[in-house]
C-alpha cells in the first residue's frame, strides 16, 4: 500500500472466500448478543467508543492524513465529525421504539423496530475513517453487525476504529475488518448470511453492487458521485460566496462527491467573482499534509492524478480556458518530490456541453459558467444525471429557498457549502444514489419492521 507522497506505508493482504466467510461468520456470532441488548446498553458502548475516538483525535487524524493525503488540518475536522456521529447514534440507540395501535373490542397491534442482521460497509478513500463511522454507528445503533470493507488505496484507519469498537466493549467480531478490491467486494455482496449493503463510491461499482445484491434481495444504500451545481446570484455577499466555491471545489484536494463543482455566476459579477476566486485559489497553501499551515495535501495515487490532468487537457482541446492552476506542483522539500501534487485549478469560458462541465473530474478543478436568469439558471443546473448536492448565494431568502425546492439535488445548500452536520440526513437523487446516511433517516436504512396483531376475542371464521 502506497500513501500519496508515493512511499510504501505497509502491506495488506486482500480478504478471499475463506476470510470473508470467516468475518461474516464471526459477526453473525457477535450479532446474537449485540441484538438481545437493550437499547441503552447499546448507547454506552457507542459513547465509550466516542470517548476514545475524542481522546485520540490528534493520533487518528494523523494516521488519516498519511492515509489519504489531505491535510491534517481537515483530517482533525473528520475525526471530530466522527466521534459526534457515534455520540448522535449512542442518543437515539435507547430511544429505537415501535408503536401501539388500538383495534376494534380491545384488540390490538404493535409494530417492532428490528435490526437486519450482518450488514456489509464498503468505503471510499476520500473520508475513510469517518465514511466507516457514518456507516457503522446507525448500524450498531439498531443492533446489527458490520463487516466493513475500505477502499484498497486507504486500508489503515478503518482498522483503528475496529480496535476502538473492540475497546469500547462491543462483543468480538461485531465491526469486522476485510481488505481487498472488487474481488472481496463480490464475495461480501454475495454472501448469503449478508443481510444489507452500503456503499459509498462511483456509479458504474454502484451499478455492479445493485446487481448482485439483487440476487439476493438484499437492501443496498448507495451515496454514488455528482456534478452538482453551485449558483451564485448577483445579490450574494461577495465575499461569503467566494469562500463558499472554494469548501465546494477543493476541500481534500477536490475528491469529494458532493462538491459543487459547476459554478453558475450570474452576468452582472462574472468578472468580480472570477477575480476575486482565482485570485484566492492561487493562494491555496499545497506541501506536506502534516504540516499546520498546509491547506491542500496530495491526490490519492498517480493513475487518479493522471486523470485528473486529463480531464484539464481536454477542457483546454473543448474552448475552456485555464485561469490559474492545473499544473503539476513540485515540491522544494525532498521527501515529497514523489507526492501526487497538483496546483487548484480554475477554469474559465466554459459551456454546459463540454466534458469538464459533464462528468465527474473528482480533483481540484472549478468549472465557472455565466447565467442570467434564475429560471434558465434552475433548468441548467437541473440538466444532469446526477442529483447529489446543490448550493445557492443570494441575499434574497425567499429566492434562496425557491431555488432550492426547484433544485433535483438531495443535499442542498443555502449560503454555506459542503458541510455535514450529522443530525441531517445525507444521500442523492437520480443517478447519485438513494438511501439516507445520517439524521434519523439512516435508522430506516439499518432496521425492519414487523407487525404483530393481537386478538383479544374469539377469531371470527368466514368458513
Given at each position: 500500500?502506497?500513501?500519496?507522497?508515493?512511499?510504501?506505508?505497509?502491506?495488506?493482504?486482500?480478504?478471499?472466500?475463506?476470510?470473508?466467510?470467516?468475518?461474516?461468520?464471526?459477526?453473525?456470532?457477535?450479532?446474537?448478543?449485540?441484538?438481545?441488548?437493550?437499547?441503552?446498553?447499546?448507547?454506552?458502548?457507542?459513547?465509550?467508543?466516542?470517548?476514545?475516538?475524542?481522546?485520540?483525535?490528534?493520533?487518528?487524524?494523523?494516521?488519516?492524513?498519511?492515509?489519504?493525503?489531505?491535510?491534517?488540518?481537515?483530517?482533525?475536522?473528520?475525526?471530530?465529525?466522527?466521534?459526534?456521529?457515534?455520540?448522535?447514534?449512542?442518543?437515539?440507540?435507547?430511544?429505537?421504539?415501535?408503536?401501539?395501535?388500538?383495534?376494534?373490542?380491545?384488540?390490538?397491534?404493535?409494530?417492532?423496530?428490528?435490526?437486519?442482521?450482518?450488514?456489509?460497509?464498503?468505503?471510499?478513500?476520500?473520508?475513510?475513517?469517518?465514511?466507516?463511522?457514518?456507516?457503522?454507528a446507525p448500524a450498531?445503533?439498531?443492533?446489527?453487525?458490520?463487516?466493513?470493507?475500505?477502499?484498497?488505496?486507504?486500508?489503515?484507519?478503518?482498522?483503528?476504529?475496529?480496535?476502538?469498537?473492540?475497546?469500547?466493549?462491543?462483543?468480538?467480531?461485531?465491526?469486522?475488518?476485510?481488505?481487498?478490491?472488487?474481488?472481496?467486494g463480490q464475495f461480501?455482496?454475495?454472501?448469503?448470511?449478508?443481510?444489507?449493503?452500503?456503499?459509498?463510491?462511483?456509479?458504474?461499482?454502484?451499478?455492479?453492487?445493485?446487481?448482485?445484491?439483487?440476487?439476493?434481495?438484499?437492501?443496498?444504500?448507495?451515496?454514488?458521485?455528482?456534478?452538482?451545481?453551485?449558483?451564485?446570484?448577483?445579490?450574494?455577499?461577495?465575499?461569503?460566496?467566494?469562500?463558499?466555491?472554494?469548501?465546494?471545489?477543493?476541500?481534500?484536494?477536490?475528491?469529494?462527491?458532493?462538491?459543487?463543482?459547476?459554478?453558475?455566476?450570474?452576468?452582472?459579477?462574472?468578472?468580480?467573482?472570477?477575480?476575486?476566486?482565482?485570485?484566492?485559489?492561487?493562494?491555496?497553501?499545497?506541501?506536506?499534509?502534516?504540516?499546520?499551515?498546509?491547506?491542500?495535501?496530495?491526490?490519492?495515487?498517480?493513475?487518479?492524478?493522471?486523470?485528473?490532468?486529463?480531464?484539464?487537457?481536454?477542457?483546454?482541446?473543448?474552448?475552456?480556458?485555464?485561469?490559474?492552476?492545473?499544473?503539476?506542483?513540485?515540491?522544494?522539500?525532498?521527501?515529497?518530490?514523489?507526492?501526487?501534487?497538483?496546483?487548484?485549478?480554475?477554469?474559465?469560458?466554459?459551456?454546459?456541453?463540454?466534458?469538464?462541465?459533464?462528468?465527474?473530474?473528482?480533483?481540484?478543478?472549478?468549472s465557472i459558467l455565466?447565467?442570467?436568469?434564475?429560471?434558465?439558471?434552475?433548468?441548467?443546473?437541473?440538466?444532469?444525471?446526477?442529483?447529489?448536492?446543490?448550493?445557492?448565494?443570494?441575499?434574497?431568502?425567499?429566492?434562496?429557498?425557491?431555488?432550492?425546492?426547484?433544485?433535483?439535488?438531495?443535499?442542498?445548500?443555502?449560503?454555506?457549502?459542503?458541510?455535514?452536520?450529522?443530525?441531517?440526513?445525507?444521500?442523492?437523487?437520480?443517478?447519485?444514489?438513494?438511501?439516507?446516511?445520517?439524521?434519523?433517516?439512516?435508522?430506516?436504512?439499518?432496521?425492519?419492521?414487523?407487525?404483530?396483531?393481537?386478538?383479544?376475542?374469539?377469531?371470527?371464521?368466514?368458513?
Amino acid at each position: 500500500f502506497k500513501m500519496c507522497l508515493g512511499r510504501v506505508i505497509c502491506k495488506v493482504v486482500c480478504s478471499g472466500q475463506k476470510e470473508v466467510d470467516l468475518a461474516v461468520q464471526s459477526a453473525k456470532a457477535a450479532f446474537k448478543i449485540w441484538s438481545q441488548m437493550s437499547g441503552m446498553e447499546r448507547s454506552r458502548v457507542l459513547l465509550e467508543a466516542a470517548r476514545i475516538i475524542r481522546e485520540q483525535r490528534e493520533e487518528i487524524a494523523t494516521m488519516e492524513t498519511i492515509n489519504n493525503g489531505k491535510s491534517i488540518f481537515e483530517a482533525r475536522v473528520d475525526i471530530d465529525i466522527s466521534w459526534q456521529c457515534l455520540e448522535y447514534y449512542a442518543g437515539l440507540a435507547g430511544s429505537l421504539a415501535g408503536e401501539h395501535i388500538q383495534l376494534p373490542g380491545g384488540s390490538f397491534g404493535y409494530t417492532r423496530r428490528e435490526p437486519l442482521g450482518v450488514c456489509v460497509g464498503i468505503g471510499a478513500w476520500n473520508y475513510p475513517f469517518q465514511i466507516a463511522c457514518w456507516k457503522s454507528a446507525p448500524a450498531l445503533a439498531c443492533g446489527n453487525a458490520m463487516v466493513f470493507k475500505p477502499s484498497p488505496f486507504t486500508p489503515v484507519s478503518v482498522v483503528r476504529l475496529a480496535e476502538i469498537f473492540t475497546e469500547a466493549g462491543v462483543p468480538k467480531g461485531l465491526f469486522n475488518v476485510v481488505q481487498g478490491g472488487a474481488a472481496t467486494g463480490q464475495f461480501l455482496c454475495h454472501h448469503p448470511d449478508v443481510a444489507k449493503i452500503s456503499f459509498t463510491g462511483s456509479v458504474p461499482t454502484g451499478i455492479k453492487i445493485m446487481e448482485m445484491a439483487a440476487k439476493g434481495i438484499k437492501p443496498v444504500t448507495l451515496e454514488l458521485g455528482g456534478k452538482s451545481p453551485l449558483i451564485i446570484f448577483s445579490d450574494c455577499a461577495l465575499e461569503n460566496a467566494v469562500n463558499g466555491a472554494l469548501m465546494a471545489n477543493f476541500l481534500t484536494q477536490g475528491e469529494v462527491c458532493c462538491n459543487g463543482t459547476r459554478v453558475f455566476v450570474e452576468r452582472k459579477i462574472l468578472d468580480a467573482f472570477t477575480k476575486e476566486v482565482v485570485k484566492r485559489t492561487q493562494k491555496i497553501k499545497i506541501g506536506d499534509p502534516l504540516l499546520e499551515d498546509t491547506r491542500m495535501g496530495a491526490l490519492i495515487n498517480r493513475p487518479h492524478l493522471d486523470r485528473v490532468q486529463g480531464f484539464i487537457k481536454q477542457a483546454k482541446e473543448q474552448g475552456a480556458e485555464v485561469l490559474c492552476g492545473g499544473d503539476l506542483w513540485v515540491p522544494d522539500d525532498p521527501k515529497l518530490k514523489n507526492g501526487y501534487y497538483m496546483r487548484p485549478c480554475v477554469l474559465g469560458n466554459c459551456t454546459d456541453d463540454m466534458t469538464c462541465v459533464k462528468e465527474e473530474i473528482f480533483g481540484p478543478v472549478m468549472s465557472i459558467l455565466p447565467f442570467d436568469t434564475e429560471e434558465e439558471v434552475v433548468e441548467r443546473a437541473n440538466n444532469t444525471k446526477f442529483g447529489l448536492a446543490g448550493g445557492v448565494f443570494t441575499r434574497d431568502i425567499q429566492k434562496a429557498h425557491r431555488v432550492v425546492a426547484a433544485l433535483k439535488a438531495g443535499m442542498c445548500f443555502i449560503n454555506n457549502y459542503n458541510i455535514s452536520p450529522v443530525e441531517l440526513p445525507f444521500g442523492g437523487y437520480k443517478a447519485s444514489g438513494f438511501g439516507r446516511e445520517n439524521g434519523r433517516a439512516a435508522i430506516e436504512y439499518y432496521s425492519q419492521l414487523k407487525t404483530v396483531c393481537v386478538e383479544m376475542g374469539d377469531v371470527e371464521s368466514v368458513f
